[in-house]
């Protein structure tokens, strides 16, 4: 009982605050925290491997306080409470990477403790990889670094959107790249299995199917391939769902500028490159290999159905 | 005057030739026949010579008879001696011409023969005169009587020489006969070529007047046929414009039946769009209503989530603790069981395992936590009640609309349902008079302070908000300022902010009619709401009410009615 994880919970609610350490003491170290100013000072004393705070609180929001926590310790697992939307902010904090799930407040004792036992296991993972990185390569970031120009080119795989929209949005981007395009989801899981994608670009509207199942459904298949949502629907519960599901790279809504895409597109051509060279940095991966996923949805089921009907045509046709 | 000189030129000439003609005419003639007269004269006096040489010697003859006889001479005598004057007169006259005792003794001008021959005739008359003369004189001049050989010797001279003088006197009368009638011949001519040539210039003339009229005439004729043509003209044209003008008439008949139309219509569509207009108004301000109220909503929401979620927290884990003292229950009442039945083996065993239980409860502290969890989620319970009991003072739902209310309470209670609101951005500084009331519509009032107070909030974009609301009585009115230290309205914006539908939110963020029915609202209290602001430094709004509304009933009545107004709307 010694070795019990530090968690770190952070609410201006008190109340909720010795609620919640009530519940969670018997298998955790909980330390709690009114504010962010006071949650800062705690990690930087403590090796907190999960924190829990809420958005809405005076001085600090939430996910400024975890894009804060992730600088000063990157492998600390962020988990956001959130009372009711606050939309801005949910998309500035998917983008800015600061958050691996968002929980919706009130929250069952037994779901947050799954979320937080979650987070303690991937962090534990992502130690000891990093460890095993250290004593196996000590200096491979370094070469990786240097290697980059070598690389061969990054595949784009853009699914939803017009020839002619892509070859503007492509327009700036200064890494090599080969574009496949597809406008149907039979067609994207095709170009999958023929060709392995470093950056999935996708829309969320595909009529029947639920774009974050189809992410889902990629990414569970192909847990390297960096995904980038472009789309139109501005929509709070997307976007949380896109990080909780999918832990999408980027949510990005049009319109947008070239120059900004073609940086997101270099940023996750870069990120493709160190989940191929470091698996253990692929926080999905991680998570789904120590808490598979329940039971698919119908939808996401019918999904990966068409994958692997896609694939076993591929398979049928190579032959 | 000089075209007209020109255009008259003809006729004056014309005119001007006849007075001359005519003229020239008349003073020859008029000299002719002065002439002629004294011609006439002439002739008649050289006639008369005739009688009176005749008559001399007739004298003579009655002299020598008278004297023969011995009668007195004196008759015959004066006779001869005016016969001889006035003979001797008119010869002299025919010669030299002089004044003359003429026909009935009256005084003529007597002029000269001219003719040559009759010259001749009077030299010879002459001749023969002065020796008569002479012995003539000697006859008159002799008294009482005559001597006789005078008298012979006149007798004599009388009868050698009459005769010859009565020739001369007739070849004379006969020249000057000849003469005049050579004169009037030529009177005549005159007088003849003067009216042939008076007449001929008339003949000019009336020729000259009459081409003239004729081309005045054919000019006049082309004149007014010109005129008639543009009298044409003009009449097709007027009739033209008149056709024109009806066709005009009938279509601004026409224009004025359809606008007459049109104007019926226009007021059906300004009725309609009247309608459409409060609808829409109406539909605003239900939508800012909404608005209001789902901005409330979500507060309320945060504010009922946070206790929720910890009572929710504080139960499923004394679910948790429950089975662990269910399970102490179960197994103290084995152990009772043990004891009751003697059951020795069973009994050490409950009381070991008891005993293990109780151990990890202790050392947990579970009774502890079940404590405070009770009384932790009765304090959240307590909020969630004072939250919906508050919801109820602010809507006011179950008290009389229009009654005198604490408008601290009403304050407080806004400040709890914008608590989620304000919370995150300021700090509340309440500076309350001792005790503030007024005879107001609380639940219009509160929705005026909420919209305040959220503003207020809205505001403030530092981490030092302050929002400060004071209260007063003043010269009998509630005066309620309240202040927060955020961004400021810029002035441009400061006279506008009551306003119907202004607003500086993005579109759909805001419908720009919060302050305009908070306005409005105030003004329905007879009172009055204005605003200060600094950019930079903060902004304050200050409403005054009065404490005691007018007591006379229409006041009273216009206050409900319009009151009501607002409630529709």
Redesign the interface.
Known sequence: MSALSNILLVDD?P??L???S??LR?HYTVFTAENGVQALDIIQRNKIKVIVSDQ????M?GHELLGKVKDISPNTVRLLLT??SDLDAILNSVNAGQIFRYIN??????KLREMIELGVQIHDRIVAMQNDSKTAAPAKSATDQAKTEAEPPATLLFVGYTPAEIQKLTSKINVRFIVEHATTLDEAFAALNRVSVSVLISDLNFGEHDGIDFLNTVKKEFPHTVTVILTDIVDATMAIRSINEVQVFRYITKPVSEESFARTIEEAAKKHRTYQATPHQNIKLTAETISPDQAFQTSAEKLRAKLVAARIALTKSRS | MLGNLQKYREIIISVALFLILDLSVLVVSSITTGQLESDAVAVNLASRQRELSQRIVKTLLQIQIAQNAGHSIEGPQNELATTFKIFDETIEGLRDGRLVTGGDYKTVMLIPVETDSAKVYLERAFLIWNPFKEKLFRVIAAKNTVPQEDLQDAVEYASNNNLLLLDLMNFITSEAEKKLSDKSNTLRTIQITGIIAALINFFILLFHFIRKLRSQDAEITRYSENLEKMVDIRTRELRTAQEQLRATNISLEKAKYELEILNSQLEQKVEERTAELKNTQTQLIQSEKMAALGQMVAGLAHEVNTPLAFVKTNLEGMSEFQKEIFAILEESNKLCESLKNDDIENLDKHLVRLAEMQERVNQANTMQDISDMLRESLTGMDRIQELVINLKNFSRLDEAEYKYADIHAGIDSTLLIANNIIKNKARVVKEYAPKLYAECYPAQLNQVFLNLITNAAQAIEHNDGEIKIKTSIEDGYAVIRVSDNGKGIPKEHLNRIFEPFFTTKPVGQGTGLGLSICYQIIEKHFGVMHVESQVGVGTTFTIKIPVKQKRDGATTKSIRSRASDLQIA
């Open positions: 609610e109340l909720l010795s609620s919640l009530r519940v018997l809405r609180m005076p001085g929001l009372g009711y407040k009130p929250c069952s004792v037994e």
